[in-house]
């Protein structure tokens, strides 16, 4: 199982830089999903999990819990979480363009949140994060 791991954590890696090359300068959100590696994007999200748990029945921790994100109210992923007025503020529904400009910057998105992170620079890896959220957003059968 972990040479499996590393395997597949070193095809992960090697191919970002491919996925780098074939992305245009800036490339929209649009084509950064559209080359998003959900994978990658588990992996990543090690730098969330420090507040965030994201499994479909795990508790909150300083961050609320983030299973079924991607298309949910923005702060109402977790309804028994206590969000601040500067979340709830927002309105609208976790779109793919609501959650980029988040993990971009999220006290820019929301001034005064208590997500205090400083966000996350890399457009692509927050398109991996990203297409994670998605997987972690299925319905459950
Ligand atoms: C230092 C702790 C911390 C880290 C690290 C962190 N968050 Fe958060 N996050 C929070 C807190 C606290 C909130 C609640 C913010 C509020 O109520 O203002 C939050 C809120 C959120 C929300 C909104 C949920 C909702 O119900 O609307 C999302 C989405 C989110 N975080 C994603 C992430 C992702 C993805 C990462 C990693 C790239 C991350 N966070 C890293 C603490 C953190």
């Known amino acids: ?23 245009a300068a800036n490339p929209t959100l649009a084509t950064r999903l559209a080359a998003a590696d959900a994978g990658r994007g588990a992996r990543l999200f090690g730098q969330c999990a420090a507040c965030h748990t994201i499994g479909a029945a795990a508790g909150d921790r300083n961050g609320p819990n983030l299973h079924g994100a991607m298309g949910a109210p923005v702060a109402g992923v ?12 927002r309105g ?3 779109t ?4 980029d400009a988040w993990l971009t910057d999220p006290a820019a998105v929301a001034p005064g949140t208590a997500m205090r992170f400083p966000g996350v620079r890399d457009p692509l890896d927050r398109a991996d994060l990203i297409a994670y959220l998605h997987r972690q957003s299925e319905p459950i059968r």
């Open 1 to 23: 199982m972990a040479a499996v791991l590393a395997l597949l954590a070193g095809c992960g890696d090697g191919d970002v830089a491919a996925r780098r090359k074939a992305l």
């Open 78 to 89: 977790s309804p028994r979480y206590g969000y601040t007025a500067a979340l709830r503020g």
């Open 92 to 94: 609208g529904r976790w």
């Open 96 to 99: 793919d363009a609501a959650m």
